[in-house]
């Protein structure tokens, strides 16, 4: 038993280059099999196991108050996905996404557009950007609020997403007037130097009156 052993070991240490060499081709053939196989590839050198995802989709959600269009190649060329109001919610095939990503960087950056993945996120490297947005789920609940809670997730908040909250609370208004708090109201106008009272009843009037020059 002890020289079969000892006999073993000899043969493993006087393994020939060309031994070596075609051990390294089968564990590439191996490899490619795999990801043939599985779409998944493996890394020796780190121990870690990397997926193909490119065929995975993705859900997004509209933040933005009325119809987003965002395009793959930019200004309205190549594959369009239009979100027709708020909170509007689509599945984007992963490749479409970073192409959207690369092509609609002001409307994904400022937050129109949700992206409900955080291992997209940090593939993407937007992980720092995400920090600084609102997910549909916290824009919602912001309104619930006090005060000095609002008003401090407000200013941490990106241009985009203020417009955002903006059009929210005209859709409010439009529903029910005292169903917004009027604090909340004087901190964008504070923060837009705007009256969001005045803007929303003067467009409440000029509906009033187009909706009645077609009843003549």
């Known amino acids: ?43 020796q050198s780190q121990n870690v196991q990397y997926v193909n995802d490119s065929n995975r989709d993705v ?12 395009s793959t190649e930019g200004y309205g060329q190549g594959e369009v996905y239009t979100f027709s109001h708020y909170g509007e ?22 937050g129109n557009v949700f992206i409900n993945d955080e291992e997209v ?10 920090k600084k947005l609102l997910s549909y789920e916290q824009i919602e609940k912001i309104f619930s609020e006090d005060k000095g809670t609002f008003e401090k997730i407000y200013q941490s908040m990106t241009q985009n997403q203020k417009e955002t909250l903006k059009g929210i609370i005209f859709d409010k208004l439009n529903k029910d ?12 106008n504070d923060d837009m130097n705007i009256d969001i009272m005045n803007d929303y009843r003067n467009q409440k009037k000029l509906f009033e009156e187009l909706k009645n020059e077609n009843k003549q």
């Open 1 to 43: 038993m002890i020289m079969a052993n000892t006999k073993s070991t000899k043969s493993t240490n006087t393994v020939s280059k060309k031994e070596v060499e075609q051990m390294r081709q089968q564990m590439e053939d191996m490899q490619k099999l795999i990801i043939q196989l599985t779409g998944k590839a493996f890394d």
């Open 59 to 70: 859900t997004l959600t509209s933040l933005t108050v009325g119809e987003l269009n965002l």
């Open 89 to 110: 919610q689509q599945t984007v095939p992963y490749e479409d996404l970073k192409k959207l990503i690369k092509n609609n960087k002001r409307f994904i950056e400022g």
């Open 121 to 130: 996120v940090k593939e993407q490297k937007l992980v720092n950007v995400y």
């Open 177 to 188: 007037e005292k169903s917004v708090d009027m604090n909340i109201v004087q901190i964008l």
